[in-house]
């Protein structure tokens, strides 16, 4: 059965143009009804006069003044990081030791995961968020918690095994088992988790090795043997966020030319690996990143918070690697891609180390829906509304406060409706998220 849905609509009409194929229809039209398997896709979208006409006796459901978007992708969170927002630190490796790791060692109870899952998975719904890439703890309990929440939810979600096995809190490393030393031992568990979690609806497993400071050389290679038999599975780590932490890598793996080089030394980098930060890197990694496929996760407010650094658009794109953005919360600051969108034009903006650009809000927006469903090997799939597009959406009201509503009625140009969400929105904004149904 096709369902309407009647408002404004923004999606980007030819995603191999990127942000400059945005398209906005303001009395607009969007059909949704099941795919063969019975999912539900967009079937078509256009102008309301021209397209309702084609079928008569459609259940429209209409929302004069709001605009319906693409869901958002958030490339990168750490579900067991939530408790974590705000917690003040010198810098990234203080913050992992004094707050990050004691409260990921919660999560090895099962009760307490799953509290946190359904929490995280209704926060990440509540700002718009409909497909995520995130991190769990080193205990499958955590794991198996976040999946069961995303499929109940039927959310596209994302998400692995923290693979650690030195450097951290005994409790917060991979245990040894049945034989196994710890490395070994937490391979087999990701196996066992891919084949019972990925691919089941909407869910996919990322092999998860957190930074290769906290992983020995033989979890490291077991990780890219176990991503070279399971090509379609996703990987996904941190890298080059901070000075400390880029010595540290250097010092523990000396033989590879570059801290981004080590994860290429244990097969780690390939189409569909995800690295969060990307922020001091040199051209022969940007290189690196090219030629294999791997994209960037960007992490704007996190960056801004831990101090971390200002990841390079003009490097990035002079050399041609794919790239998304970010929460990384509990790094970073916010659930809301408004938020996000908002620190990267801050992050863009820098003007002491750079000359400093300006990403225009179309870029902004692109980067947290179908550039970023792009950089995952998702496009197509999600983040767009072009027909075939799983109907995961968003409702947003222009006017969800005074401030919104006198600066967005004052929009002369799709641009500058655009921004004043970007500036001034946040989760007020998202009337409703809608995710796309299995029947
Ligand atoms: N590097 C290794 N672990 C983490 C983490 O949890 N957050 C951030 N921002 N960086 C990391
Ligand atoms: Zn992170």
């Not at 409790?171 to 049945?178: D, E």
């Not at 090795?209 to 979890?219: C, K, L, M, V």
């Not at 996703?234 to 033989?255: C, G, Y």
């Amino acid at each position: 059965m096709l369902r309407g849905y009647r408002a404004s609509l923004l999606w980007f009409a030819d995603p191999a143009q990127g942000a400059d194929s945005i398209r906005y229809e303001e009395d607009g039209l969007l059909l949704v009804g099941p795919d063969d398997l019975g999912c539900q896709v967009v079937q078509a979208l256009g102008d309301w006069h021209g397209l309702s006409a084609r079928y008569p006796g459609l259940a429209v459901e209409h929302w004069p003044g709001r605009i319906i978007a693409p869901g958002f992708v958030d490339m990168h969170v750490h579900f067991p990081q939530t408790n974590v927002i705000g917690s003040p630190a010198d810098g990234l490796l203080p913050w992992l030791e004094n707050y990050t790791f004691p409260e990921e060692q919660r999560f090895a109870d099962p009760d307490y995961a799953a509290e946190a899952a359904a929490f995280f998975v209704n926060e990440l719904l509540r700002n718009g968020v409909t497909t995520a890439l995130a991190f769990a703890t080193s205990h499958s309990t955590s794991v198996n918690a976040l999946f069961a929440q995303a499929q109940a939810r039927h959310m596209r979600l994302i998400t692995g095994l923290c693979l650690m096995d030195r450097h951290a809190p005994a409790a917060l490393l991979n245990p040894a088992g049945s034989g196994n030393g710890a490395a070994e031992q937490s391979l087999v568990e990701s196996e066992a988790l891919i084949q019972r979690w990925h691919g089941q609806g909407r869910l996919g497993y990322a092999i998860t090795p957190r930074f290769a400071p906290t992983s020995t050389d033989a979890q490291l290679r077991g990780a890219g043997e176990l991503a070279a038999r399971y090509p379609d599975v996703w990987i996904q780590s941190h890298v080059a966020e901070n000075k400390d932490e880029i010595a540290w890598a250097r010092t523990l793996f000396p033989q590879s030319r570059s801290y981004l080089a080590t994860y290429a030394d244990f097969g780690l980098m390939r189409k569909r690996a995800v690295y969060a930060h990307c922020i001091h890197f040199d051209d022969d990694d940007r290189a690196l990143m090219r030629s294999t496929g791997a994209v960037a996760a960007i992490s704007p407010t996190s960056n801004l918070f831990l101090g971390s650094g200002f990841f390079d658009y003009v490097g990035a794109d002079r050399v041609g690697f794919g790239y998304g953005l970010a929460s990384d919360v509990g790094g970073g600051t916010s659930f809301s891609p408004f938020h996000t969108m908002l620190a990267a034009y801050y992050v863009g903006r820098e003007g002491h180390s750079t000359s400093g650009l300006s990403l225009t809000p179309q870029q902004l927006w692109w980067q947290h829906t179908a550039g970023a469903a792009q950089a995952l090997g998702l496009d197509g799939v999600v983040g767009n509304l072009l027909p075939g597009c799983e109907a995961d959406f968003v409702v947003l009201n222009p006017a969800a406060t005074p401030l919104l509503a006198r600066k967005t009625a004052r929009a002369a140009s799709l641009a500058e409706l655009l921004f004043a969400l970007i500036v001034l929105g946040d989760d007020r904004v998202v009337e409703r998220t809608v995710v796309a149904q299995a029947l």
